[in-house]
């Protein structure tokens, strides 16, 4: 009788441990049909969404190589344009000083305006806004020069061409008599050209500004610097020179 018992009674265990087992099973593959039915439904009953985004996608996909191929293209034809330009430099710079080359090179200039002014930044844009600047320093344009120094050192990704740019711009200020300007710009140099070590032309520049600004403390103590670290070297001679224009201007206003 207790064999009995118990057989039932592990046959009811039994029974129990395989309807607990088998009842997840159920319900996850019922949950899995009904996933796949709902996704199927949704496709079926929304095919304009599914083209619409389809399209979508494809838009994209033809925005981004249509711009990837424009901007291939605009660098080919950047770099014919600039070529052509260097050339015609080239022949301009043969050409004797004088009002005639002036106005030559300030033509020349004028025409690399479109190339320089671009939207698009590239290495040949930043080259023609240098090469166009020089001109156009030459042909006595300092505003419209310095402007485009300025483009072409925003443009170079290399920090020494990108200083030549701005020192360049720096000149520019320095002719159109736009002082405070060009001191800016010198005085952004001086750190720059540490590597170049070219610092002392940065500080001689900024002297000679602080001169023509009126700031004779100033300057003289820019140029001071220059005549007590330098001795012998190129801007010693040049400092002492302007040390003592600045001692007899102040001696003629006393």
């Known amino acids: 009788m207790a064999l009995d018992i118990k057989g039932f009674r592990a046959r009811r265990r039994a029974a129990r441990s395989e ?7 159920s319900v996850a593959v019922a949950e899995e049909v009904t996933l796949a039915h709902r996704i199927s439904q949704w496709l079926t009953e929304n095919p304009k969404t ?34 052509l330009a260097l ?5 301009i710079k043969i050409l004797p000083r004088g009002d005639a080359r002036s106005l030559q090179m300030k033509e020349f200039g004028l025409s690399l305006k479109s190339v320089c002014e671009q939207t698009l930044s ?3 844009s930043a080259a023609a806004c240098l090469t166009a600047g020089n001109a156009l320093l030459e042909g006595r344009d300092f505003a419209l020069a310095a402007a485009f120094f300025g483009r072409a050192a925003s443009a170079y990704d290399n920090d020494a061409i990108a200083s ?4 360049m711009q720096a000149q520019a200020y320095e002719s159109n008599r736009e002082f405070e300007k060009a001191l800016a710009v010198y005085k952004s140099l001086e750190k720059d050209y540490t590597i170049a070590k070219k610092t002392e032309m940065a500080t001689f520049h900024q002297g000679r500004m602080l001169y023509y600004l009126g700031k004779y403390d100033e300057a003289e103590e820019k140029f001071s610097k220059l005549t007590r670290e330098n001795e012998g070297k190129e801007f010693a001679a040049p400092s002492r020179n302007y040390i003592s224009l600045l001692n007899a201007e102040r001696a003629a206003k006393k």
């Open 164 to 167: 030549v740019a701005r020192f």
């Open 50 to 83: 599914i083209r619409n985004s389809i399209f979508a996608v494809l838009g994209v996909t033809v925005i981004v190589v249509l711009f990837m191929v424009l901007r291939a293209a605009a660098k080919d034809e950047h770099s014919r344009k600039l070529h």
């Open 87 to 91: 050339e015609k430099y080239e022949q």
């Open 122 to 124: 590239t290495v040949e």
């Open 19 to 25: 309807a607990a087992g088998s009842a997840p099973v």
